[in-house]
């Protein structure tokens, strides 16, 4: 008897090895060592006001740590842009008639940004896909007014090269952001634009092992993140529900299910530029 024991204490050890090193493994995927960790990237910053300009619903839920931290932890006002109404999007599950998908996932969007506190958030009706199609003077220009209007201090956005997915809707909308801001700084008015410039950047080795030639392209193409911060998991699995049109997006992507993925992504990463010691051209 002695010896079962023994025994079952044994293998139960070799299982919880295996289990626990599989573990670490799978958050090392998702750990960026250049990144230093901070408990808000906002508050770090010293930010009061927050924009973020995004391409379509559900881009929020890269930021949800960011947002909801800088408005429970930091007091900041926050506000987002979000370009198209995603109607042309994958329903997982079907949830509507594709027809009115727009007008769902426009619901969903504004639904979610109240869970994570955020005080304003326009959505515009651009194409979904299109947006790359789209004037670009009229993009900068609407993304310009609404600058001026809320008058953030920091600015959330894509990295123009990489878009943090590779969608050129996304790839775009980073670069309108940046021409927006450099536009406010060659005006010189009232408000000459953000302090700082924050990009959300994708973690490197889970897409290099996951994401195919599209992850590979984003590896290659954004920088470094300066900075780590906690991803407020419970707020993205509050936003997955709110999202009920794109509930099942991660597990689709990424095969694990929400849960597993989420146990080990459990930090946002960031790229900032300091537009006060190096504005935009």
Same mark, same amino acid.
């Given at each position: ?74 007091? $900041?006002?926050? /506000?987002?842009?979000? #370009?198209?109404?995603?109607?042309? !999007?994958?329903? %997982?599950?079907?949830?509507?008639? *594709? ?61 123009? $090269?990489?878009? /943090?997915?590779?969608? #050129?809707?996304?790839?775009?909308? !980073?670069?309108? %952001?940046?021409?927006?801001?450099? *536009? ?98």
């Amino acid at each position: 008897m002695r010896k079962r024991t023994v025994a079952l204490i044994t293998v139960s050890a070799v299982v919880l090895a295996l289990v626990g090193g599989l573990f670490w493994a799978g958050r090392d995927l998702f750990h960026e060592p250049t990144a230093k960790g901070v408990d808000s990237i906002v508050g770090e910053l010293g930010g009061t006001r927050v924009l973020g300009v995004f391409a379509h619903p559900d881009d929020e839920q890269t930021v949800n740590g960011l947002f909801f931290r800088a408005k429970e932890v930091d007091g $900041a006002y926050t /506000a987002m842009i979000t #370009a198209t109404e995603g109607e042309a !999007g994958h329903q %997982t599950p079907v949830v509507a008639r *594709q027809e009115d998908l727009g007008d769902i996932r426009r619901a969903e969007a504004l639904k979610n940004s109240f869970n994570l506190g955020v005080d304003r958030h326009v959505v515009w009706d651009y194409p979904d896909g299109g947006v790359p199609d789209v004037d670009e003077d009229e993009l900068v220009d609407r993304v310009v007014a609404e600058m001026k209007r809320v008058r953030p201090d920091v600015v959330v956005g894509f990295w123009p $090269a990489s878009g /943090a997915t590779g969608h #050129a809707d996304h790839m775009r909308m !980073g670069e309108v %952001t940046e021409k927006a801001v450099a *536009q406010l700084e060659a005006e010189g008015g009232s408000y000459a634009g953000p302090e700082y410039l924050v990009y959300t950047i994708s973690p490197t080795k889970a897409l290099s092992m996951f994401g195919g030639e599209v992850g590979t392209f984003v590896v290659a193409n954004q920088p470094d993140p300066e900075y780590a911060m906690p991803a407020e998991t419970g707020k993205k699995h509050e936003g997955w529900t709110i999202h009920a049109s794109q509930a099942n997006f991660m597990p689709e992507s990424y095969v694990l299910p929400t849960w597993l993925i989420y146990l080990l992504w459990d930090h946002e990463f960031y790229h900032v530029r300091d537009l006060t010691a190096e504005p935009l051209d």
